[in-house]
């Protein structure tokens, strides 16, 4: 059984562009989150979806971040017009459901730089 | 909103040896699961081993054990005969047990452990 994936594993941009991650739950999870580590610190959560639906969006700024996980394909992380103070790791988990005895399982991360 | 404290940056052992890794957590629920990440240099997180509150037993994993004091909001985290493997970052993360509340983890900012040969 495949593990979380995320692609690509890193990404530089120059600011003022946008950046697009991806993440591929496991087989049979139809439940993604997304956390962002920056530098010397731990992970903050963003963004929790389902298929076609944001549940959760607490930890998500206001302004150029976007999330989407459709009916079909990868959920994607967007964000517009980067700046430097977005460069960080940002990590996908996916669960079974949303159950709070769901362990949420990691993908290996997107390292996103912006020049 | 909850809080999970490392307050060790940094920790140092033996080989072979045994090293407890702290974590504390403010919050008012009586019910959540705290878990353990493991966070190499590759940078996956790795799930280490899980607690649920309402259970008394302290959960164990192979040589990863951890000492669960409800009352005191500790969660530690006993590695025994350490191996040069264990090298890592470990993150102390807290999950609210309602499905209606949050649904992220909070994580402490780590504890870096590093193996002496």
């Known amino acids: 059984n495949a593990g979380v994936m995320q692609n690509p594993r890193h990404l530089v941009r120059r600011r003022g562009q946008e950046a697009r991650l991806r993440c591929s739950p496991m087989k049979g999870h139809s439940h993604v989150y997304w956390y962002r580590q920056l530098p010397e610190e731990g992970l903050k959560f963003m963004v929790y979806?389902?298929?076609?639906?944001?549940?959760?969006e607490s930890g998500m700024p206001k302004e150029r971040f976007s999330a989407e996980f459709p009916k079909e394909g990868p959920s994607i992380l967007r964000i517009q017009q980067v700046v430097r103070g977005d460069s960080a790791a940002y990590f996908c988990?996916?669960?079974?459901?949303?159950?709070?005895?769901?362990?949420?399982?990691f993908g290996p991360g997107t390292r996103l730089t912006v020049l | 909103a909850q809080t999970v404290t490392q307050s060790q940056p940094e920790m140092s052992v033996q080989e072979a040896e045994t090293v407890t890794l702290s974590c504390t957590y403010d919050?008012?629920?009586?019910?959540?699961?705290l878990f353990w990440y493991k966070q190499p240099p590759s940078r996956q997180m790795i799930l280490v081993i899980r607690q649920e509150a309402y259970k008394q037993q302290n959960a164990t994993e192979n040589r990863f054990s951890v000492n669960f004091q409800k009352a005191a909001k500790s969660f530690s985290l006993k590695i025994s005969d350490s191996q040069l493997g264990d090298a890592a970052m470990y993150f102390c993360a807290y999950k609210t047990f309602s499905g209606g509340g949050a649904d992220g983890l909070t994580f402490g900012k780590g504890t870096h452990l590093i193996i002496q040969p």
């Open positions: 919050t008012s629920e009586s019910d959540y699961y």
């Open positions: 979806l389902q298929k076609e639906n944001i549940i959760d």
């Open positions: 988990a996916s669960s079974p459901q949303r159950s709070s005895t769901d362990t949420q399982y």
